[in-house]
């Protein structure tokens, strides 16, 4: 595997997935290089039936092998929301700091131990006439009072990880791409395309 499209117009994404994946010595190109892919409906009623949507209209529309990333924060008192929701929370801009806002009114005066939350990210993998494989990763958190930290996108000001103490945007990038609901979700993902007997392992002199 020399190149892999990454289907996803979400430039916050599209960052993280170059870093990761350039180990690999992988040329990464998302849909921020084909704008002549139009939006796909996310009508899914889960990450992973999101994620499958994307991988597979995106696969059929290039004629290539693509892997399509859904995400987002769900929060145990608001019975799981944003969830699929998490983009447009706050309406159909998709603007982050909106939802951040809106996240914290419906929190305020919950007490800590009730914050609790986790980003998921669902990967789908699909090429035109395969079996699509999916994953999915997640990271435990707490939802903090008010925004901290510059790094990450979305939700991540408001996301203390569990495990560190700190917002997801007070990580380096280094750190939250070794501990992500996405980071965990691609190891998943390489963890099994090493067993995979299929196409998306690619020529045994590519590996
Ligand atoms: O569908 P694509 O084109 O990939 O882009 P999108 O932004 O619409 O992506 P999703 O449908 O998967 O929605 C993901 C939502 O969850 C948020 N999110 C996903 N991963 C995140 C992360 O690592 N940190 C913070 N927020 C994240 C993100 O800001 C969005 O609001
Ligand atoms: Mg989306």
Redesign the pocket.
């Known amino acids: 595997m020399d190149e892999v499209i ?5 430039e ?2 599209a960052a ?1 997935f170059k870093t990761m994946l350039a180990p690999l010595g992988v040329k990464v190109r998302t ?1 921020l290089d084909f704008p002549e892919i139009e ?2 409906e ?1 009508t899914g009623h889960t ?1 992973e039936e ?2 499958v949507l ?1 991988a597979e209209e995106t696969a059929f529309a290039l004629q290539k092998m693509v892997i ?6 769900s929060i145990e008192y608001l019975g799981g929301k ?1 969830g ?1 929701y ?4 706050a309406g159909e801009q ?1 603007d ?1 700091a909106k ?1 951040i806002q809106k996240v914290l009114q419906e929190l305020k005066g919950v007490p800590h131990e009730e914050r609790s939350a986790r ?4 990967l789908a993998i699909a090429a035109p006439g395969q079996e699509t494989i999916t994953v999915e990763g997640t990271v435990e958190g707490i939802i903090a009072e008010k925004p901290e930290g510059m790094g ?5 000001p408001i ?1 203390i990880v569990k495990d560190k103490g700190k917002t ?2 007070q990580l380096t990038k280094e750190e ?1 791409n070794k501990i ?3 980071a965990n979700a691609l190891n998943k993902l390489q963890l099994l395309l090493q067993h995979e007997d299929s196409v998306f392992r690619g020529n045994k002199e590519d590996r």
């Open positions: 990454i289907a996803t117009k979400n916050g994404k993280e849909l939006d796909i996310e990450f999101n994620a994307k399509a990333d859904d995400s987002g924060l944003p699929v998490s983009a447009r929370y998709k982050d939802n980003f998921h990210c669902a990450g996108f979305g939700y991540d996301f997801m945007a939250k992500s609901h996405r």
